[in-house]
């Protein structure tokens, strides 16, 4: 942690002198130690302006004090705090802040490794019967609920998160990274008093060889296929507007990321990516042992793969997925089998209108897209019946972001997903909307 400290505060120092702070911003996202929606309020500003946002950033995950910060005159009086904005794709959370110089060191301190974490507490009331009443995706008809469950009051504290970040030695002339992230989303203990006794769940597991154009990453990570998410804090364990036009997983993967830059602001950055074949139809209890499903019979992983091009603040990304699969049943007697191609394609932007204003969204049409949450956890249909090859659905979100100032910013959220309704069964939903604002 202190080479790191040192490392940023000559970057930090490098910028003030080259007036980049732009440029800075996109090695501090390429590094993971900013997030992309911060990257984009440094491009949105001057770069005297943006040198100290990046400063106050970085204060606020504990990587500079206030010592360091008036070495590279930067009055912390004078700068305004930043908020932390929730991104999904590349989000790097808040990390301890450390001891002053002149106290002792800690033993982890001498360690590459900084731990961070989000406690979070939320309560809810719900005027419907829903999937899951703390983490709803969708909801059912008023008064279906014979016990009057449908309409119920809670908190919950279980998308609390934590996490550990590894930054190591040079490798081949590469940087190796690692995370390894957890929530506590993977059920509640099957006692008396359980409903408050949550499981741990990994979300994160994945290590990094970063070199100046080009990595590689092996292990589970958010996927490239539309990784774009909307902003909120009511919903940590699963992306939010899930099963209501945001397609997304975090996934086991090999990735390869290239990367051209055309100038101190623009940039194009091509992503692919190997992963684990899922196509959505996991069971719903509970299970020590794992089965192949639909995506593991098709016996090849599934491929992503993502192109992006970034102009100051905005950017544009379209990306694919492909997935071979075997769907299995019997019609009458005969145990039959039939192929399922899983594929999706996806455009997600990002557009500053002013700076107070930007604007993000993502649209999509694909078949099988249930490990994405797409199709409402419809993805394909037993054997015999109209969505026996996988379940068409399109859709999409649309973000309006108001930053009113640096503390202060307001959203207004809506989303959809429609499948395909002549490729579902009677009585299986087709229609699933979400607004929202925070």
Do not use: C
Not at 393 to 399: A, D
Request: glycine content about 10%; hydrophobic content about 40%.
């Amino acid at each position: 942690m202190v080479k790191l400290l040192v490392f940023l505060f000559t970057i930090s120092s490098l910028a003030k002198a080259q007036q980049s702070a732009q440029m800075l911003a996109d090695i501090l996202e390429q590094k993971g130690v900013i997030g992309s929606s911060e990257r984009a309020r440094v491009r949105s500003v001057g770069n005297e302006d943006g040198v100290r946002i990046l400063a106050v950033i970085l204060k606020e995950r504990g990587l500079l004090n206030t010592d360091e910060l008036a070495r590279i005159s930067l009055a912390p009086a004078a700068v305004p705090s930043i908020p932390a904005t929730y991104d999904a794709a590349a989000q790097a959370p808040p990390v301890p802040q450390q001891r002053r110089a002149s106290e002792p060191i800690p033993l982890l301190a001498k360690i590459p490794i900084h731990v961070y974490g989000t406690i979070l507490l939320n309560s809810f009331s719900n005027a419907s019967l829903t999937n899951n009443q703390d983490i709803a995706s969708f909801a059912g008809k008023q008064g279906s609920d014979v016990t009057g469950g449908d309409k119920n009051f809670g908190m919950t504290s279980r998308q609390s998160r934590f996490g550990i970040k590894y930054t190591g030695p040079q490798v081949d002339g590469g940087r190796l990274s690692g995370t390894v992230e957890f929530d506590f989303n993977a059920g509640s203990a099957t006692v008396a008093n359980g409903a408050d006794y949550f499981i741990p769940r990994m979300r994160l597991a994945f290590g990094r060889l970063d070199w100046q154009n080009f990595s590689l990453e092996a292990g589970q990570d958010w996927a490239i296929f539309a990784p774009l998410n909307p902003t909120s804090l009511s919903s940590y364990a699963v992306a939010p507007l899930n099963a209501s036009g945001n397609l997304w997983v975090r996934e086991p993967q090999l990735r390869a990321e290239f990367q051209r830059s055309f100038s101190d602001t623009s940039k194009i950055v091509y992503q692919i990516a190997a992963t684990d074949p899922n196509e959505g139809d996991n069971p719903s209890t509970f299970n020590s042992t794992r089965v192949p499903g639909i995506g593991e019979r098709g016996r090849i992983p599934a491929f992503e793969s993502r192109v992006a091009y970034t102009d100051s603040a905005m950017t544009f990304g379209l990306s694919g997925h492909y997935g071979r699969g075997k769907n299995a049943g019997p019609i009458g007697t005969r145990n039959v089998q039939t192929g399922v191609d899983s594929w999706g394609v996806a455009g997600d932007w990002s557009v500053p209108v002013g700076k107070m204003l930007i604007f993000t969204g993502k649209a999509y049409e694909g078949r099988a897209l249930g490990a994405y949450a797409g199709s409402l956890g419809q993805s394909v249909l037993p054997v015999g019946t109209v969505g026996e090859h996988g379940v068409e659905t399109r859709g999409g979100w649309t973000q309006a972001q108001v930053n009113f100032t640096r503390q202060w910013q307001t959203n207004l959220v809506y989303g959809i997903d429609l499948p395909n309704p002549h490729q579902l069964t009677a009585g299986l939903r087709d229609k699933s909307q979400t607004y929202f604002g925070m």
